[in-house]
């Protein structure tokens, strides 16, 4: 169970919690230990999710990055709003071959329309495998009109 804040908005607290993170997230595998606008924590199994000659892919660490600042960003959104991705990079430090990956996410600043958030990637012996930067635009969500 994913621990997330008290004070979420109710429709972003559902969206988390039905989609686990949404389709790609539960293919690879990542499990939301706790999410917040300011820190979040997931992990992810090396297995399944390695490229060719038995690495960790580098996609998969933008992916797990990603994921976190997504979340991260939908709960700093708050109610009415939400979170679209407008960059994204990733610096590759150390590869894994087994076990599983940790990403830590950390707000590096979180205002009304921009949320940006750096996420570290571990390996179990706490070493630093990739950090991913992401910034995400926090959006009204539209407002729905329905003629009568």
């Known amino acids: 169970m994913t621990k997330l804040p008290d004070d979420?908005?109710?429709?972003?607290?559902?969206?988390?919690?039905?989609?686990?993170?949404?389709?790609?997230?539960?293919?690879?595998?990542?499990?939301f230990?706790?999410?917040?606008?300011?820190?979040?924590?997931?992990?992810?199994?090396?297995?399944g999710n390695r490229q060719v000659i038995g690495l960790l892919h580098g996609g998969a660490h933008v992916v797990l990055g990603e994921s976190l600042g997504s979340i991260s960003s939908a709960i700093a959104a708050g109610p009415g709003r939400y979170a679209v991705g407008i960059e994204i990079n990733a610096t590759h430090s150390r590869s894994a071959t087994e076990g599983w990956v940790?990403?830590?996410?950390?707000?590096?600043?979180?205002?009304?329309?921009?949320?940006?958030?750096?996420?570290?990637?571990?390996?179990?012996?706490?070493?630093?495998?990739?950090?991913?930067?992401?910034?995400?635009?926090?959006l009204d969500r539209p407002s729905s009109t329905s003629a009568s």
């Open 8 to 31: 979420i908005d109710p429709v972003t607290r559902r969206i988390i919690e039905g989609t686990n993170g949404g389709e790609l997230s539960v293919k690879m595998g990542i499990e």
């Open 102 to 138: 940790t990403g830590t996410c950390r707000a590096i600043h979180v205002g009304r329309t921009l949320a940006t958030h750096e996420i570290v990637m571990t390996d179990e012996q706490g070493r630093r495998l990739s950090t991913v930067r992401m910034t995400n635009m926090l």
């Open 33 to 47: 230990l706790e999410c917040s606008a300011e820190y979040s924590v997931a992990r992810m199994p090396v297995e």
